[in-house]
Structures are given as C-alpha cells and as structure tokens.
C-alpha cells in the first residue's frame, strides 16, 4: 500500500505560522506579564527594539513592535500589530508598517482571498523578522517601562482614495448648500 502525507492547506499552514510566531515571540519578550505601556529593550551596536503594550486581556494582548531608528523619518520602522493569544499559544499580526504612512487594509469589498495572502505574507515576514531580533542580541531580561503609549501622529494615516471619497461624499449624498455657495 502507497502511503501519502497530505501537504497542510493554507489554513493550517498559517495556524503552524502563528503557532511558530508565538514561540520566538516568547523568546523575545514575555507580554503576558506586562502592563499596558512603552517598553525599549537595547543591545549594544543595534536599535532600539520599541514595544507598546497596547491591551492586556485574561488570554489575549495587542502589541506594537518596532524598531527605532533615530536619524531617519518615521524614527519607528516597521511597526507591526500583534495579537497575542496566549491559551492558544498563537501570535498574529494583524497589519504592519513599513514606510513613513499607515495605510487602510482593506476596502471594506476586498476579496477574502486577497485578505488570506496579504496575512500570510505579513506573519511569514514577522516570523523571520522576529528571528532575525533574537539573533541581534535583544535580551528578554532586558526590557524598561518608559511610560504610558505615546499617541501616534493622525497626520501619518493616508487611507487609499481617502480624499476621492471625501470629495465624491456630498455629490453621492446630494450636494448641501452652503451659505457660501447661495
């Protein structure tokens, strides 16, 4: 008889992902004892490693991470957005910044397909990231509280076709008349 391993679907690879993500996330820091608030974590010869705490829940806790990178512009790159489901024992990123703008994800008609991909690719960059950190020499002992979660700068966030939508808002709706315009 001809035995044969089924390769994982995509679903189940990404569930390996996650599960894989959470362990080096682990290495690296242990959020679950952490209270919501900034944390830098410095080796020497390497960026400061940047986490905010974002929310901490019984089983689950939302994380930014970055690095900070002091003579370039955004100072923080690349921002990822983690969540952490610790009784699961899986860490997903949720979206994640590479350049000086936040960008909406997804249109609210985006193909679940392209929505699978674009996690699949994220998590598979974190996850290599993530052991690419622990290779530079980011102790998990070393991480210090600098206080509460900065706000981050609104002027940063461009959503696609943003300012088409604002423009073609009224003309959808029925142009108002303004007293300007009487």
Not at 49 to 57: R, Y
Not at 78 to 104: G, I, L, N
Not at 131 to 144: A, F, S
Request: include cysteine.
């Amino acid at each position: 008889m001809n035995t044969r391993i089924a390769l994982p679907n995509a679903f189940e690879w990404l569930l390996g992902l996650y599960g894989d993500n959470f362990e080096r996330l682990q290495r690296l820091v242990d959020a679950r004892r952490l209270v919501p608030g900034r944390y830098l974590n410095e080796s020497p010869g390497q960026p400061a490693l940047v986490l905010d705490v974002l929310e901490q829940q019984p089983y689950t806790t939302l994380l930014r991470l970055s690095l900070r990178f002091v003579e370039s512009a955004p100072e923080e790159d690349p921002e990822s957005y983690w969540r952490v489901y610790h009784d699961a024992r899986q860490a997903e990123v949720t979206h994640c910044r590479f350049d000086s703008h936040r960008v909406r994800l997804f249109a609210p008609n985006t193909p679940a397909r392209q929505i699978a991909q674009y996690r699949r690719r994220m998590n598979s960059f974190a996850n290599k990231w993530l052991e690419h950190l622990l290779q530079g020499g980011y102790d998990p002992q070393r991480w210090v509280l600098q206080g509460p979660v900065p706000e981050w700068d609104r002027r940063l966030v461009v959503a696609p076709g943003a300012g088409d939508e604002a423009e073609e808002r009224p003309a959808r709706r029925g142009a108002r008349r303004t007293l300007s315009s009487v």
